[in-house]
Structure formats: C-alpha cells, structure tokens
C-alpha cells in the first residue's frame, strides 16, 4: 500500500507522528507500506514547525512545498497548485490529511480532482460556528473525502447527520492524546531566564491567537487587563504566537501577573501545562490535553469543536463572559474544579487502529479488483 501523509500546521505534526511510529513498527516486521510525508510548509516559524520533526522524531519530509506566507488564498492556492505536482510524479493509493487547517482542505481538493482516495484523521468534528477557517476547511474536507477516522462520537453524530455512510465511518480515537502518551517520559522543563523562576511554583498557562480574540486591540486590552486582575498574584506564563505578539505591542501595557515568552517546543509546552493550576486558552486542540492530563482549561470561545472535553472532559467554555471567566479563575486557585475524565478510546492506540483499518481497506479493494 502506497500513502501519501500531509502536514503543514503545527498540530498536523503531532497528529502525524503517531501514524508514522505505527507504520514503522509493522514494516520492521513486513514490509507492508510504502509512504512519503509532505510538507506543505504552512508553518514556517522553526520553533511552531522544524522543531517539532525533532522532538516528536518525525523524519524529514521527502518533500516541502514551502507555501507560506500571504493570504489563506494566496496559501491555499499555493498548496494546490504544488501538491499536484507532488501527486502527478508519485500517485499513492491513499491520501491522509489530518485535522482541518488550510493544507488538510488544499490537499483534500487536489487528491480528489485526480481521483485519489482520501482518508481524514479528525473527521466530523464541528463548531457550528462557519465564521471560523476552520470549520469551513471541516466542511469541505468532510464533503469530499472517502474514508473519516473520527476521535468521539460526537464527530460520528455529526457525519451520519451530513448523510455520510456509516460504513466509511471508523471510531478510532485521537491521535494528538497518542503523541501525548508516547512523549510524556519525555517532556523538558523550559529554560527560557523568564520561566525559570515560575516553574515548580503555583502558575496559570495562557495562549491567543484567534482573530476574534487578538485583532481588535480595544478587546485584546481588555481581556488581557481583566485576566491580569483576576489571577490575583498568580503568575501567568503566556507563549505568545507572533501574530499576537505584534498586537501586544501595540498596546504598550505593563502586565503585573503575564509574563511573555516565546513559543515553546512540544515537550517544553506539554511540560507547562502538566506542571500548570490551570490553562487559559482560545485553542481547540489544546483542551483535549488539559482533559487528558486532568488540568482545568478555560477556553475563550462560544463554542467548540471537541464537546467532550467540556461534557468529559476539564474544560469549560467562557465566550466574552468576564464575569464567568473571573469566577472560574478563581475556582481553579481555590481548587474547586470538576473532576474530569478520559473520553472513550483516548488510550494511546488510535494510531494502531487507524493503520489497522486502512490495511484492511486497502486489503479488501484488492480481493474486489480480482
């Protein structure tokens, strides 16, 4: 069997990784898949991508499209027009995209246009809420692939309601809770000067980077005055996306509680949030860590697209509430929070059915064929 593995954002790598440790392990005993992982380059800052190959030993990709920069059209556009080439020159039996950044719909589109198969990792997840890239990425990928891997049955819900069959439908479980269990051993304590400090004390984790919450600077002035106001003197360690970084500069604000840093890499940030009371976040993917790892997440949106981290899980949505968000602040330094638990198949294993089924697929497209 022939994949192709698409990557292009940071959560794609450790969506990935998994997969790839899988596929290494069967062909050590049989030689059973061949593959090549792109990278379409839509993340390009080192420490949100080339650091993360390192970390979660993910090799090389045999190729980069280096589409980065410029408008989502402007990427996308790029993407398309470069996986072509990619697929004309090495046609693959399945094309695996995972999670819904623009290069999981770019290459979606491609693949199909050329009569690929494609299986989606992280299917049928939805917010409901179309002002998100997202979500519209979702959409068009789900309305096109062949095969979803879905990590809850909530995103199985949301597939058989968008008249998807059943039978292409596989439960498996997430990926990303994978990559968490097979690098837990091997997590780093940060050395940044700024968070030496901090860490082996009582501090909340912070990340922004959605437009709704970064773009207008009257918002962002508020949001990050009242969480520095709320927090008391707990410390704040806030890697800060470049995008938002900008904004903050703008506003010329001196935090009592926040302390900027850089982004970190995927073992020193997992560090963070295990070692953290709490994590005050507006990423989706971050909440099923803290629901995994039992860590309160307050998560600045109105919706989500991972409802069993908050009806499971130890997340709560705050939306612009501040009201709710001081009062669930403060829960979590009285450590009053809910107790959590694991949502089902999240064990460490979804990357072993995944690769399980697409054998089997590929096994029974064959006998048809004969």
Same mark, same amino acid.
């Given at each position: 069997?022939?994949?192709?593995?698409?990557?292009?954002?940071?959560?794609?790598?450790?969506?990935?990784?998994?997969?790839?440790?899988?596929? +290494?392990?069967?062909?050590?005993?049989?030689?059973?898949?061949?593959?090549? %992982?792109?990278?379409?380059?839509?993340?390009?800052?080192?420490?949100?991508?080339?650091?993360?190959?390192?970390? %979660?030993?993910?090799?090389?990709?045999?190729?980069?499209?280096?589409?980065?920069?410029?408008? $989502?059209?402007?990427?996308?556009?790029?993407?398309?027009?470069?996986?072509?080439?990619? %697929?004309? %020159?090495?046609?693959?039996? !399945?094309?695996?995209?995972?999670?819904?950044?623009?290069?999981?719909?770019?290459?979606?589109?491609?693949?199909?246009?050329?009569?690929?198969?494609?299986?989606?990792?992280?299917?049928?997840?939805?917010?409901?809420?179309?002002?998100?890239?997202?979500?519209? @990425?979702? #959409?068009?990928?789900?309305?096109?692939? *062949?095969?979803?891997?879905?990590?809850?049955?909530?995103?199985? @819900?949301?597939?058989?309601?968008? @008249?998807?069959?059943?039978?292409?439908?596989?439960?498996?479980?997430?990926?990303?809770?994978?990559?968490?269990?097979?690098? =837990?051993?091997?997590?780093?304590?940060?050395?940044?000067?700024?968070?030496?400090?901090?860490?082996?004390?009582?501090?909340? #984790?912070?990340?922004?980077?959605?437009?709704?919450?970064?773009?207008?600077?009257?918002?962002?002035?508020? /949001?990050?005055?009242?969480? *520095?106001?709320?927090?008391?003197?707990?410390?704040?360690?806030?890697? !800060?996306?470049?995008?938002?970084?900008? &904004?903050?500069? $703008? =506003?010329?604000?001196?935090? &009592?509680?926040?302390?900027? !840093?850089?982004?970190?890499?995927?073992?020193?940030?997992?560090?963070?949030?295990?070692?953290?009371?709490?994590?005050?976040?507006?990423?989706?993917?971050?909440?099923?860590?803290?629901?995994?790892?039992?860590?309160?997440?307050?998560?600045?949106?109105?919706?989500?697209?991972?409802?069993?981290?908050?009806?499971?899980?130890?997340?709560?949505?705050?939306?612009?509430? #501040?009201?709710?968000? +001081?009062?669930?602040?403060?829960?979590?330094?009285?450590?009053?929070? &809910?107790?959590?638990?694991?949502?089902? #198949?999240? *064990?460490? /294993?979804?990357?072993?059915?995944?690769?399980?089924? =697409? =054998?089997?697929?590929?096994?029974?497209?064959?006998?048809?064929?004969?």
């Amino acid at each position: 069997m022939k994949l192709t593995l698409v990557v292009g954002a940071r959560p794609n790598f450790m969506k990935i990784s998994p997969i790839i440790r899988e596929i +290494e392990n069967i062909n050590k005993v049989e030689k059973k898949i061949d593959y090549r %992982l792109i990278h379409t380059g839509q993340h390009y800052d080192k420490m949100m991508s080339d650091d993360f190959f390192e970390q %979660l030993q993910i090799p090389k990709p045999h190729l980069n499209l280096n589409c980065n920069g410029g408008s $989502q059209s402007e990427s996308t556009s790029c993407i398309m027009i470069e996986f072509e080439k990619e %697929l004309l %020159l090495n046609k693959p039996d !399945v094309v695996i995209v995972v999670g819904d950044v623009n290069s999981t719909m770019a290459c979606a589109i491609v693949s199909k246009k050329l009569m690929i198969t494609v299986a989606h990792i992280e299917s049928g997840i939805r917010s409901f809420d179309r002002t998100m890239p997202e979500e519209i @990425n979702r #959409l068009i990928t789900d309305s096109i692939s *062949d095969y979803f891997f879905t990590t809850s049955e909530f995103a199985n @819900n949301n597939l058989i309601k968008e @008249n998807i069959d059943e039978n292409k439908i596989f439960f498996v479980g997430n990926t990303m809770i994978d990559c968490l269990i097979n690098n =837990l051993k091997n997590i780093q304590k940060p050395t940044d000067i700024n968070l030496v400090p901090l860490i082996g004390n009582r501090f909340f #984790l912070m990340t922004l980077h959605r437009p709704s919450n970064v773009d207008s600077l009257s918002k962002l002035e508020t /949001l990050l005055t009242s969480i *520095d106001n709320f927090v008391e003197d707990t410390p704040i360690i806030f890697p !800060v996306h470049p995008r938002t970084r900008i &904004k903050i500069e $703008q =506003l010329n604000f001196n935090f &009592k509680n926040i302390v900027l !840093v850089d982004p970190q890499k995927y073992l020193e940030f997992i560090y963070l949030i295990k070692n953290s009371i709490g994590v005050i976040t507006d990423s989706g993917g971050i909440s099923e860590e803290t629901t995994f790892l039992n860590i309160p997440c307050l998560t600045l949106r109105d919706t989500t697209e991972r409802p069993e981290t908050v009806d499971f899980g130890s997340n709560v949505l705050i939306g612009d509430d #501040l009201l709710k968000l +001081e009062n669930n602040i403060k829960l979590i330094i009285e450590n009053k929070w &809910k107790l959590g638990s694991t949502p089902k #198949l999240w *064990d460490g /294993l979804t990357s072993k059915r995944i690769v399980q089924h =697409l =054998l089997d697929i590929h096994k029974n497209n064959i006998d048809q064929q004969l």
